[in-house]
């Protein structure tokens, strides 16, 4: 049997979608592997292609992760008040 795992890959190889906030790298199969930030902030470090049964390591610092943000749908919100006088 052989090692379910294809390859260990860094952090800083991967492409981070800030919107879907999901890390991914490329697959052989043409596909991409991918992970969910919350899922590393977990402790989860197996990323899975969806097309094939290939998996990667990430390798990371929990540390290094971007930090969460707040407000609607993942961005920051500001909220300004302004004071009118007569």
Same mark, same amino acid.
């Given at each position: 049997? &052989? ?11 991967? &492409? ?7 890390? &991914? ?10 992970i969910l930030l919350d899922d590393l902030r977990d402790g989860e470090e197996i990323a899975v ?8 390591? =990430? ?7 971007? !930090? =969460? *943000?707040?407000?609607?749908?993942? *961005?920051?919100? &500001?909220?300004?008040?302004? $004071?009118? !006088? $007569?």
């Amino acid at each position: 049997m &052989t090692d379910p795992i294809y390859d260990e890959i860094e952090i800083e190889d991967m &492409t981070f979608d800030e919107e879907r906030n999901l890390y &991914t790298y490329p697959c052989p199969c043409g596909d991409r592997f991918e992970i969910l930030l919350d899922d590393l902030r977990d402790g989860e470090e197996i990323a899975v292609c969806p097309s094939c049964s290939l998996m990667i390591r =990430v390798i990371f610092e929990a540390i290094d992760l971007p !930090s =969460v *943000k707040e407000g609607l749908g993942g *961005k920051m919100e &500001t909220a300004v008040a302004v $004071a009118v !006088s $007569a």
